[in-house]
């Protein structure tokens, strides 16, 4: 099948596209910076000695699907593509740049699908959605939560809800903290705790969703495969932790202490509005409506998701 990925540049849509070549899919890949885009590329062939999917490079302006559009036709969309959260503290100039590169991007596919009917749009959104909510178990019947990032969530899903109405499935991917050795949070977080100055940030005991990135673009495939695949999924590991049972596992996969904690009050002088509403939330989300369509993660809990992600998987 040919999968079209806006957004697949960035850390998730390129474990993503990884997986997908060497699943047999052709991969185009919409960027905007045509002069470091790669030319048309094959992956090794798959496990199973199928002949790998290719990946082409297509430019596009982020906001419609001119020059694009067309090669929705008969495939699959999935709609990656927003301003990094994470980025730099949440000026009013930043956050309008969050919200505006979401709502572009999903106005885009929307004209895609009404110019030419892809078999399933899979719409990235994030874990934000629900908002603080300390012990709550959160499933996808969860309402949405209070805040930027829950609100900024809302609108992102509602950004290509119109495909439905073309009679197109459609799928919503709220995805934790992807833990990945080439990008995303990890590599920052990891840094202090091989030094032995790793902790918990804040009291510790805010839950904290999480998965691992191969888990991640196995959820993605998953679901844009799976034709009974529709609606909101949560995209976080069945074995949830806490802020301070994370950094335990981190300390005893390293062999480091984990004494030293961030507090919060030190994260909020550094990054404002940011720290309370994605450093600090309490997430307690599980995968339920992935987990009833027989996804199995290959990384379910913690301690062996960060022993691969070290080296020091037995």
Same mark, same amino acid.
């Given at each position: 099948?040919?999968?079209?990925?806006?957004?697949?540049?960035?850390?998730?849509?390129?474990?993503?596209?990884?997986?997908?070549?060497?699943?047999?899919?052709?991969?185009?890949?919409?960027?905007?910076?045509?002069?470091?885009?790669?030319?048309?590329? *094959?992956?090794?062939?798959?496990?199973?000695?199928?002949?790998?999917?290719?990946?082409?490079?297509?430019?596009?302006?982020?906001?419609?699907?001119?020059? $694009?559009?067309?090669?929705?036709?008969?495939?699959?969309?999935?709609?990656?593509?927003?301003?990094?959260?994470?980025?730099?503290? $949440?000026?009013?100039?930043?956050?309008?740049?969050?919200?505006?590169?979401?709502?572009?991007?999903?106005?885009?596919?929307?004209?895609?699908?009404?110019?030419?009917?892809?078999?399933?749009?899979?719409?990235?959104?994030?874990?934000?959605?629900?908002?603080?909510?300390?012990?709550?178990?959160?499933?996808?019947?969860?309402?949405?939560?209070?805040?930027?990032?829950?609100?900024?969530?809302?609108? $992102?899903?509602?950004?290509?809800?119109?495909?439905?109405?073309?009679?197109?499935?459609?799928?919503?991917?709220?995805?934790?903290?992807?833990?990945? *050795? +080439?990008?995303?949070?990890?590599?920052?977080?990891?840094?202090?705790?091989?030094?032995?100055?790793? /902790?918990?940030? /804040? +009291?510790?005991?805010?839950?904290?969703? $999480? %998965?691992?990135?191969?888990?991640?673009?196995?959820?993605?495939?998953?679901?844009?495969?799976?034709?009974?695949?529709?609606?909101?999924?949560?995209?976080?590991?069945?074995? %949830?932790?806490?802020?301070?049972?994370?950094?335990?596992?981190?300390?005893?996969?390293?062999?480091?202490?984990?004494?030293?904690?961030?507090?919060?009050?030190?994260?909020?002088?550094?990054?404002?509005?940011?720290?309370?509403?994605?450093?600090?939330?309490?997430?307690?989300?599980?995968?339920?409506?992935? *987990?009833?369509?027989?996804?199995?993660?290959?990384?379910?809990?913690?301690?062996?998701?960060?022993? +691969?992600?070290?080296?020091?998987?037995?």
């Amino acid at each position: 099948m040919r999968v079209v990925i806006t957004g697949g540049t960035g850390f998730i849509g390129r474990a993503l596209t990884r997986l997908l070549t060497r699943r047999g899919h052709d991969v185009v890949v919409l960027t905007r910076r045509p002069r470091s885009s790669p030319p048309a590329t *094959s992956h090794a062939p798959g496990p199973d000695g199928q002949p790998a999917g290719k990946v082409d490079h297509v430019v596009w302006d982020g906001m419609t699907d001119r020059g $694009w559009g067309h090669l929705a036709e008969d495939a699959a969309v999935i709609n990656l593509a927003g301003e990094n959260i994470a980025d730099g503290r $949440w000026s009013a100039e930043k956050k309008r740049d969050i919200v505006e590169s979401r709502l572009a991007a999903g106005s885009a596919v929307v004209q895609a699908a009404a110019r030419a009917r892809p078999r399933v749009v899979v719409q990235a959104s994030a874990v934000g959605y629900y908002g603080h909510r300390g012990e709550q178990v959160l499933d996808e019947s969860a309402p949405p939560g209070k805040g930027f990032l829950a609100e900024t969530a809302v609108m $992102w899903e509602q950004s290509t809800r119109e495909v439905e109405d073309m009679g197109v499935r459609r799928v919503v991917a709220r995805t934790g903290v992807v833990l990945g *050795s +080439d990008g995303g949070a990890f590599p920052r977080m990891l840094a202090p705790f091989r030094l032995g100055l790793g /902790g918990p940030i /804040g +009291d510790g005991r805010a839950w904290f969703p $999480w %998965i691992h990135a191969l888990d991640e673009a196995r959820a993605m495939m998953f679901l844009m495969e799976c034709a009974e695949a529709m609606g909101p999924f949560n995209l976080a590991a069945p074995g %949830i932790v806490t802020g301070k049972g994370l950094s335990d596992a981190l300390g005893q996969v390293l062999g480091r202490p984990t004494v030293l904690r961030v507090p919060a009050f030190a994260l909020r002088l550094a990054f404002g509005e940011m720290a309370d509403a994605a450093l600090l939330a309490s997430l307690r989300v599980v995968p339920s409506r992935l *987990s009833a369509l027989g996804f199995r993660f290959g990384f379910p809990e913690i301690g062996a998701a960060l022993a +691969d992600l070290t080296g020091k998987a037995a």
